[in-house]
T-cell receptor, first 111, second 115 residues
Framework: QKEVEQNSGPLSVPEGAIASLNCTYSDRVSQSFFWYRQYSGKSPELIMS????GDKEDGRFTAQLNKASQYVSLLIRDSQPSDSATYLC???????????FGTGTSLTVIP | GAVVSQHPSRVICKSGTSVKIECRSL??????MFWYRQFPKQSLMLMAT?????????EQGVEKDKFLINHASLTLSTLTVTSAHPEDSSFYIC???????????FGNGTRLTVT
């Protein structure tokens, strides 16, 4: 049984701070890793994809992957109230089409 | 970028009726689409994997005769909720990916309310 685990939160940070979201996964052969943002009442939207160890930056977002530790994280710099949402970690297995989602971390950015 | 269109966005139906939800990949072909359900303040729950030209694969506990999935073309999958009941009221979301390592792209979801 493949598992993707996230701290459900809620995580609260003040505006302008760095929000750090963490995700661990159980399957060592997982190949692709994704972060999604889901606003209340809306469907998930893709923020970042990461496939190799290390950091990947896109604007205020940085994804970090450590396959040896089976750990992927998302950092949000200069957090804004509009970043308040649930963040979903997703892992795709090396073979096949299946994606595995964590239960999400709720983030609140306090103005 | 890849776009997944889902229709309708909101539907209200009476108990006992059926509702069809469409999911289209607008700018890519999708041999596989996924259907999720999400109750308020809960996480995504995978209902079934829709495979073009073959039967869908349902997750444990999801009734295949109640949630009919048809994936007749590479750009369209439909989910029909048959004999809907109030407990079927939920947010239904479809998704599809473009290739082996591509992410899933989600439709905007369908909010179903059964009265």
């Amino acid at each position: 049984q493949k598992e993707v685990e996230q701290n459900s939160g809620p995580l609260s940070v003040p505006e302008g701070a760095i929000a750090s979201l963490n995700c661990t996964y159980s399957d060592r052969v997982s190949q692709s890793f994704f972060w999604y943002r889901q606003y209340s009442g809306k469907s998930p939207e893709l923020i970042m994809s990461i496939y190799s160890n290390g950091d990947k930056e896109d604007g205020r977002f940085t994804a970090q992957l450590n396959k040896a530790s089976q750990y992927v994280s998302l950092l949000i710099r200069d957090s804004q109230p509009s970043d308040s949402a649930t963040y979903l970690c997703a892992v795709k297995e090396y073979t096949g089409n299946q994606f595995y989602f964590g239960t999400g971390t709720s983030l609140t950015v306090i103005p | 970028g890849a776009v997944v269109s889902q229709h309708p966005s909101r539907v209200i139906c009476k108990s006992g009726t059926s509702v069809k939800i469409e999911c289209r990949s607008l700018d890519f072909q999708a041999t596989t689409m996924f259907w999720y359900r999400q109750f308020p303040k809960q996480s995504l729950m995978l209902m079934a994997t829709s495979n073009e030209g073959s039967k869908a694969t349902y997750e444990q506990g999801v009734e295949k005769d109640k949630f009919l999935i048809n994936h007749a073309s590479l750009t369209l999958s439909t989910l029909t909720v048959t004999s809907a009941h109030p407990e079927d009221s939920s947010f239904y979301i479809c998704s599809a990916g473009q290739g082996v390592n591509s992410p899933l792209h989600f439709g905007n979801g369908t909010r179903l309310t059964v009265t």
